[in-house]
């Protein structure tokens, strides 16, 4: 379905593009919602009940949107989002949950009883823009690694959540994540967004909520923004970070967090952990940029090692920006 360019629709508005053909993904082709949208013109051939079937039928390089409708979709594979140039919005609003239950918003989830998943989403294409949908690692399996992989280069996600480590044997590798940022995701942008949980599994390793597992020395990514988002972890292991660099060439250049909130939850509060917001195991150079209002609750230092850690907040030392109990 092509949007006339005469019509100020919010799709067009949300994604400040003119978009190309637009396709609908619907709980049934027969449910009431696929029969509104007949009614309101769509075509049979533009309504579609996965969201992996929905992908398919875009074209990249032409803002072709695919529209979802809220609700739980589990996908019928792991979905790889190749092409460039194409979107995807939740119609529900925008989704800061941290789980399906949360189904008057757009949730999409990894195959659950299914194929075995590795990551619910991976980003492999271009230029492309996620708005209002949640994404989670459904999958029990320590296979299951992440919610959203990102491989391709300025791609951007608004208003989303991202929830991975939802079961302990997730959690047993040190690769696992809600969002992991790999080889060739140069310029990836994240606003207003939701990463982890602070529900479902307990973390004990070594990882992070976001996960840069670039290691290759050949055109590692860089250049990294985080807008206004907010950070969960639940975790009463001290070594266990919300950030995680890799290696060596993990991140490249700058990697910003600006006006962002750390939280690490125990119950009742619980034991501020004895280790940093970020492990940076990277030891080329980077640099790490706390902005903003920028602040953590749950760690006792920013990280591990401060040598490319940089604060541009009040106190700029290792525990600036770190939320403190009133007297």
Request: with cysteine.
């Amino acid at each position: 379905m092509s949007v006339p360019r005469s019509i100020k629709d919010p799709i067009s508005e949300q994604l400040q593009v003119d978009v190309g053909d637009l396709f609908f993904v619907v709980d049934a082709l027969d449910d009431g919602f696929a029969n509104m949208l007949r009614k309101r013109g769509v075509s049979r051939g533009s309504i579609y009940s996965t969201v992996n079937a929905a992908y398919a039928a875009t074209t990249g390089d032409q803002d072709d949107v695919v529209a979802v409708k809220p609700g739980l979709h589990n996908l019928s594979s792991d979905l790889t989002w190749a092409k460039n140039h194409t979107h995807l919005v939740g119609r529900g609003g925008p989704n800061q949950g941290n789980a399906d239950s949360y189904t008057d918003a757009t949730v999409i989830s990894s195959t659950i009883g299914g194929t075995a998943s590795v990551a619910t989403i991976t980003v492999s294409g271009v230029q492309n823009q996620f708005h209002n949908a949640f994404f989670e690692q459904g999958q029990a399996a320590a296979t299951a690694v992440t919610a959203v992989r990102i491989t391709g280069a300025s791609n951007y996600m608004k208003k989303c959540g991202m929830s991975g480590l939802m079961s302990n044997t997730q959690d047993t590798g040190t690769a696992s994540s809600s969002l992991e940022l790999g080889a060739g995701s140069h310029y990836f942008m994240a606003e207003d967004c939701t990463i982890g949980t602070t529900l479902w599994d307990v973390n004990s390793a070594i990882n992070g909520q976001i996960y840069f597992s670039n290691t290759s020395t050949t055109n590692p990514p860089q250049n990294f923004l985080f807008k206004g988002c907010t950070i969960f972890n639940q975790s009463a292991t001290a070594t266990n970070p919300a950030v995680s660099l890799k290696g060596n060439y993990a991140v490249d250049r700058l990697l910003e967090f600006r006006d962002c909130t750390f939280y690490n939850f125990q119950t009742n509060l619980g034991t501020i952990l004895t280790s940093g917001v970020i492990k940076d195991a990277c030891g080329t150079t980077h640099l790490i940029l706390l902005s903003g209002t920028t602040c953590q609750y749950g760690w006792t230092d920013w990280a591990d090692t401060h040598t490319f850690v940089f604060a541009a907040m009040p106190t700029s030392s290792a525990t600036g920006g770190t939320a403190l109990v009133t007297t």
